[in-house]
């Protein structure tokens, strides 16, 4: 399962964090960030679509065609758990090394955007006030980690959850085989 885990784990990272990269880099450069959120959810997607290549892969080479929930969740967590943690310290370095004013300048344009929407008063103050409190998590690295974590971990759970979901398989007898 480790080689499994690794390999496909080390590919859905690089997918993910070279998207990022490259992205932000051009987000950055032009000065706008719309857009960018459903294309970085799409490469993360694509990224985690090989968690469904690794469980099927492992259950039908390793183990004899079978796999239980519990097997396949946990192939698809461990995966998930490479690839998010390569895109957070991608990010940390990203972050702190070449664009650290990226936050306020992010913020600054966000808070463009929602004074503009047509939203109501409170709408806007809600908007605004949540991207002042985003900003203030990212002063300290363990705020920027965990906003990190956020941006990528769930979207990995859940496609590792309905993997399993699906993949799921007792072999002819019934019996499940023993994930090695």
């Known amino acids: 399962m480790k080689k499994y885990v690794l390999r496909y784990g080390a590919i859905a990272a690089t997918i993910v964090t070279l998207w990022m990269l490259g992205s932000i880099s051009y987000c950055y450069a032009i000065g706008t960030f719309e ?11 694509l990224a985690f679509s090989f968690i469904f290549v690794a469980i099927k892969t492992y259950r039908d080479k390793q183990n004899a065609g079978a796999i239980t929930f519990g097997q396949a969740f946990k192939i698809g967590l461990y995966i998930s758990l490479v690839a998010s943690t390569v895109y957070v310290i991608a990010w940390l370095i990203d972050y702190y090394f070449f664009i650290p004013d990226f936050m306020e300048r992010y ?17 806007i103050a ?40 699906i993949l799921k398989r007792k072999n002819r007898n019934g019996a499940v085989a023993a994930l090695s």
Do not use: C
């Open 126 to 165: 809600d908007g605004i006030k949540m991207m002042h409190s985003m900003e203030k998590m990212y002063g300290s690295i363990f705020g920027v980690i965990l906003l990190t974590y956020m941006e990528i971990l769930p979207l990995a759970l859940v496609v590792s959850l309905i993997s399993a979901l």
């Open 35 to 45: 857009g960018n959120m459903w294309l970085g959810y799409a490469s993360m997607l």
């Open 107 to 123: 913020t600054a344009r966000s808070i463009e955007r929602i004074q503009h929407s047509g939203k109501s008063a409170a709408e």
